[in-house]
């Protein structure tokens, strides 16, 4: 069944595979990006040319008002909102002596606050609709903790709290919230590790290898098509952690 999909930070890693398996599955699609403008338009016109229905909005996720001009966009483009793919964030990696408040107050504003203003913006049509499906990308640095991540994994614990929360609160209306906890993945965001570093990670991990963003788009065209999961966090990691 063909559904309304907004994906934040859609444009490149994790974001842009989601968008591409879900656009590719016939799903109409808002590409939501920030800096990233060629990348949304190169997708955009790659996805158009395979018949698929997207539209770009760029938006700062954590701001207030900008979030809401996406909802009311995606509203006036797809007529509803089923479902809310929240990927957008940003990394960094410090020790925690040398963590600033500006370090903190941006790392919970970018990961955790624009969460809570794209679902509280987008769960109004979910409600009214009586349907919905919101899908939040955290870490597995949410679950465990990462060295030299603390603000980091704070605010991806804080998305898989909500998570757990407002699937309580939201089952009524027959909308399930999940989030997803990827493993090492190879994305723009871990440029900076070294293969030796991935070599590593790849002798302590079960499956023996390293994650790819399809592993992660996958779980979301489940979640998307299922309709008796809420309120878990999936960890996707190859066993590297098991819980």
């Excluded at 060295?147 to 909500?162: L, N, P, T």
């Amino acid at each position: 069944m063909k559904k309304n999909i907004i994906v934040t930070g859609g444009s490149r890693g994790i974001g842009k595979g989601i968008v591409e398996i879900l656009a590719k599955q016939g799903h109409n699609i808002i590409l939501n990006y920030n800096k990233s403008e060629e990348k949304a338009k190169i997708i955009k016109e790659n996805l158009e040319k395979e018949k698929c229905n997207i539209e770009i909005f760029k938006a700062d996720v954590s701001n207030r008002e900008e979030v809401k001009k996406l909802i009311e966009f995606s509203i006036k483009k797809l007529g509803t909102i089923d479902v809310l793919v929240n990927n957008a964030g940003i990394g960094q990696v410090k020790m925690f002596t040398e963590i600033t408040d500006e370090d903190w107050d941006n790392m919970i504003k970018n990961n955790l606050t624009s969460i809570f203003y794209t679902t509280q913006e987008a769960i109004k049509n979910m409600i009214s609709n009586k349907s919905g499906c919101i899908i939040n990308i955290s870490s597995i640095w949410g679950l465990i903790g990462g060295s030299c991540e603390v603000h980091y994994s704070a605010s991806k614990a804080g998305i898989d709290g909500m998570t757990k929360a407002l699937a309580k609160e939201m089952g009524p209306s027959n909308i399930r919230i999940n989030s997803i906890a990827p493993g090492c993945t190879k994305t723009e965001m871990l440029e900076d590790v070294s293969e030796e570093e991935f070599d590593q990670i790849r002798k302590e991990t079960p499956l023996n290898k390293i994650g790819k963003v399809e592993d992660i788009a996958k779980c979301v065209k489940w979640l998307v098509e299922d309709e008796f999961t809420t309120g878990q966090v999936i960890s996707i990691n190859g066993g590297w952690v098991i819980t």
